[in-house]
C-alpha cells in the first residue's frame, strides 16, 4: 500500500490512539508528528524535516539510529531459524546466551534473569517475586521444621511471618510503569489518580531532589535525614509486612535526582536489618546511560533485584527483565516450587537475539566507556544555561541530565501549574520542535527539560543540543514566560 503524507495524517487521526496523548490536539489544522527515518542521533519527519533526538526516544535508545541494518541482520537469522517459543517450561539458545550474557554484566551476584517484554512488565514482576519470595521462604522453613522437629518453634514463626510481607516502598515523583501494580508503585499522583483504588500496600518516601532543600544542610545531614524518612516509613508500615524497596539508582521522573553520599549504602543497611528485599529499577539507567553496564554498580547499590528494559535492545525490541541474587531464587528451587508468573512473550527468542547483537554493538563500539570519557564535558556544556536567569539548577550524570526552570533564580521559585502550562506545552515544547530538537518538557515535579540523547553522541551533537535550548531558554526569558 503506497501512502502519502496527507494519507498517513488522515489515517492517524482516523485511527492511531497515540500513548501519553492529548488526542484532542489534533485536529484537521494540526499535523500529527510522523517519524519516518532515523540515523545517529536524527531523525526525519515525512516532511523531510531533521531533528536531533536529545531524548533517545524515550530514554532507550541507547545505540543511538544507525544499527538498523545489523541488528535486523540477527533478527532475520533468529526468524529463520526459530520464530517463536515460549520460556513456560521450556529454554531456547538465545534466552540462555542472553540470560548469561546478562548476568556476566550485573555488578554482585545478580545472576537469574526472567524475561519479560518492556519496563512496566518488569516492575510488576519483580513486586509479584518479591511477595512470593517470602512466603516460599517461609513454606520452605516450616517444611524444614517437619523434618526436624528440634527447630519447629523457629521455623514455624518465620513460617508465619512469610505469607504476610506484600507491602513495598517507593518514592516520590518517581515512574515506575502503567499497569496495575507498576502504577501503584508510581510516585507521580496525576498518573494514579485515574486509576484508584490500586492495589495495596505501597507508601512513597522523600527522593533525592536537594535543589529545594535548606542551603545551611550539609550533604550527610541530608542523607540522615533522607534515610530517616524511610526507616519510620518502614516502622510505620510494620517491617514484618514490607517485602520492597524500589527505587531508581538516578530518579528519572523530577528531573535526574543523584544520591547524596552514603544514601544507598543507608538503605542497603535499612533493608538488611528490617529483612525486605532492595530493588533497583533500571529500566533507564542500565546498559551504559550512567557511564556503566548498570547504575547499581556506580552507586555500590548491591541489590537484590534489578529491573530493566530499554537500553538491554537499545528498543530495537521490546524486551525487558528482572535480574535476581541466587539468594532470591534459592527458594524457588525445590523440587515443588515454582514462581507462579508468566509472559507469553517474555524471552521471545527474536527479541533475545537483538538484545544479545545490541550488547555486542556496545561493546565492540566502546559505548560505556565513551559515555564515561564523555560525562564531564557534557555537563559542563549544559551547565553553560545556568547563565540564563531561568535556569535553576542542572543536574544528573552520565548522558543522563535535567534542567530545572525557575521563576525567581534567586529565590528558587517555581512556577504554578497555570504558568507551566504556557511554558512548556504553550511555548517550549512547540518551539524546540520548530527548532529541531526533540527533548522532554515535564511538570511531574517542578519544571525541567529533561535530555538524555542516545549514547554515541558526540561533542557536536552536544554543542548542537545546548545551542538550541540557550537559544529557545532565551526567548521564553525574553517573552516573559
Known amino acids: 500500500m503506497t501512502t502519502t503524507g496527507a494519507d498517513l495524517q488522515q489515517l492517524a487521526r482516523e485511527h492511531l490512539w497515540m500513548h501519553f496523548t492529548r488526542m484532542g490536539g489534533y485536529g484537521s489544522e494540526t499535523d500529527v508528528p510522523i517519524i519516518v527515518r532515523g540515523d545517529g542521533c536524527y531523525l526525519w519527519d515525512a516532511n523531510g524535516k531533521r531533528y536531533l533526538d536529545a531524548l533517545a526516544g524515550l530514554f532507550s535508545v541507547n545505540v543511538g539510529y544507525g544499527f538498523g541494518e545489523e541488528i535486523g541482520q540477527a533478527a532475520l537469522e533468529q526468524m529463520r531459524e526459530l520464530p517463536f517459543y ?48 517470602y512466603a516460599a521462604r517461609g513454606e520452605k522453613q516450616l517444611r524444614a521444621a517437619v523434618r526436624e522437629p528440634e527447630r519447629s518453634h ?34 507521580v499522583p496525576a498518573l494514579r489518580t485515574a486509576f484508584e483504588p490500586l492495589v495495596p500496600e505501597v507508601r512513597h518516601v522523600r527522593n533525592t531532589n536537594r535543589y529545594h532543600r535548606p542551603s545551611d544542610e550539609t550533604e550527610e545531614e541530608f542523607t540522615a535525614f ?44 535499612l533493608c538488611d536489618e528490617y529483612d525486605i528485599l532492595l530493588s533497583a529499577d533500571e529500566v533507564i539507567t542500565a546498559f551504559g546511560r550512567l557511564g556503566h553496564w548498570f547504575g547499581s554498580e556506580r552507586y555500590d547499590i548491591r541489590p537484590d533485584i534489578v529491573t530493566c528494559a530499554k537500553g538491554l535492545s537499545s528498543s530495537y525490541g ?32 527474536v527479541m533475545c537475539a537483538i538484545a544479545l547483537k545490541n550488547i555486542e554493538i556496545m561493546k565492540r563500539e566502546g559505548i560505556v566507556e565513551h559515555v564515561r570519557d564523555s560525562e564531564d564535558a557534557f555537563r559542563a556544556k549544559l551547565e553553560t544555561l545556568l547563565e540564563l536567569p531561568i535556569v535553576g539548577d542542572v543536574r544528573g550524570t552520565g548522558f543522563f541530565y535535567a534542567v530545572e526552570l525557575v521563576k525567581d533564580k534567586e529565590t528558587r521559585a517555581t512556577f504554578d501549574d ?18 529541531g530538537l526533540i527533548c522532554r518538557q515535564d511538570d511531574r515535579g517542578d519544571p525541567v527539560i529533561q535530555i538524555s540523547p542516545p549514547l554515541v553522541a558526540g561533542e557536536a551533537e552536544m554543542d548542537e543540543i545546548v545551542g538550541i535550548l540557550g537559544d529557545v531558554l532565551a526567548e521564553a526569558v525574553e517573552r516573559a514566560l
Open 226 to 269: 533522607l534515610l530517616d524518612d524511610l526507616e519510620q516509613a518502614i516502622l510505620a508500615m510494620g517491617p514484618e509486612t514490607v517485602c520492597l524497596v524500589h527505587m531508581e539508582p538516578v530518579q528519572n521522573a523530577g528531573g535526574c535526582f543523584t544520591p547524596p553520599a552514603g544514601y544507598w549504602q543507608g538503605v542497603r543497611a
Open 86 to 133: 515460549t520460556n513456560w517450561s521450556y529454554a531456547h539458545p538465545r534466552a540462555i546466551e542472553l540470560a548469561a550474557e546478562v548476568a556476566s554484566l550485573a555488578p554482585g551476584d545478580l545472576n537469574r534473569v526472567f524475561f519479560v517484554s518492556g519496563g512496566s512488565e518488569a516492575v510488576e514482576s519483580a513486586w509479584k517475586l518479591a511477595r512470593q519470595y
Open 154 to 187: 523457629d521455623a514455624l514463626v518465620a513460617g508465619r511471618r512469610g505469607p504476610h510481607k506484600y507491602k513495598a516502598i517507593a518514592r516520590h515523583i518517581a515512574y515506575h510503569g502503567t499497569t496495575m501494580g507498576a502504577l501503584s508503585i508510581n510516585g
Open 418 to 435: 497555570d504558568e507551566c502550562e504556557t511554558l512548556l506545552r504553550g511555548f517550549l515544547s512547540p518551539r524546540l520542535f520548530e527548532a
Open 318 to 349: 521490546a524486551i525487558g527483565a528482572v535480574v535476581a541474587r541466587d539468594e532470591v531464587m534459592e527458594p524457588f528451587l525445590d523440587a515443588t516450587a515454582m514462581y507462579s508468573h508468566g509472559i507469553t512473550f517474555g524471552g521471545h527468542p
